[in-house]
């Protein structure tokens, strides 16, 4: 099983709503990642998670607040978006955070804030 | 992090080979020739990767250079499920090597 699993697939928020994306994976990987995909441009990585500690921060603003609870489960946190925020939100996992690991990523969810 | 180029699209006949190209002029000796694609709505996923020698999957093969600096991605028989966005990625197998996206090829298979 190699499944990485994003809730909700669809979210539409206002500027002033805090919601959370949720992501699970039952692969023991002890990576996990957020990246973020706007339409028609490639993903770009927003933060890294390597046993359960934040790694990497790719300077995201702090209205973004990622939460690594245990090693299977990834929430990012949302608060006082804006429309420009909207996008395809994709989480992945991986064994580890080395770069010989394959990473795998969930089908993302589409966020749109009004 | 050392940059790849690729050609925006590509379009192939359906049941034919694909040859992908990718460009890594800049590429050090430590990094990994890395391979995603996109299929639409849906996450990017894992096609092959490679550091000095050719290597085989059951999706693809990828043949690198001998100096390294350029891959060829080579989808053996084209299918209607191959249309997508093709990633090379490079990835320093030293550290943590960040997987970030490059524009990408769209690849275009018709029937």
């Known amino acids: 099983d190699t499944e990485v699993t994003q809730t909700p697939k669809h979210l539409v928020m206002g500027m002033t709503n805090k919601k959370s994306l949720k992501c699970e994976q039952h692969m023991g990987h002890r990576a996990m990642y957020w990246y973020k995909q706007k339409a028609k441009k490639p993903p770009e990585l927003m933060f890294v998670?390597?046993?359960?500690?934040?790694?990497i921060n790719e300077s995201v603003p702090s209205r973004f607040s990622p939460e690594c609870p245990n090693s299977s489960l990834l929430n990012l946190h949302l608060h006082a978006l804006q429309p420009e925020d909207s996008a395809l939100y994709l989480c992945a996992s991986s064994q580890l955070q080395s770069s010989g690991n394959t990473i795998y990523f969930g089908e993302g969810s589409w966020l749109t804030v009004v | 992090d050392a940059k790849t180029t690729q050609p925006n699209s590509m379009e192939s006949n359906e049941e034919e080979p694909v040859h992908l190209p990718c460009n890594h002029s800049?590429?050090?000796?430590?990094?990994?020739i890395h391979w995603y694609r996109q299929l639409p709505s849906q996450g990017p996923e894992y096609v092959i990767h490679?550091?000095?020698s050719n290597v085989n999957n059951r999706m693809a093969s990828l043949a690198i250079a001998e100096d390294r600096k350029s891959s060829t991605l080579i989808l053996h028989r084209a299918t209607l499920r191959d249309a997508a966005v093709y990633y090379c990625?490079?990835?320093?197998?030293?550290?943590?090597?960040?997987?970030?996206f490059g524009a990408g090829t769209q690849v275009v298979v018709t029937p």
């Open positions: 990625i490079l990835r320093d197998r030293q550290g943590w090597g960040k997987l970030q």
């Open positions: 998670y390597s046993y359960e500690k934040l790694s």
């Open positions: 800049t590429i050090s000796g430590t990094d990994y």
């Open positions: 490679g550091l000095t």
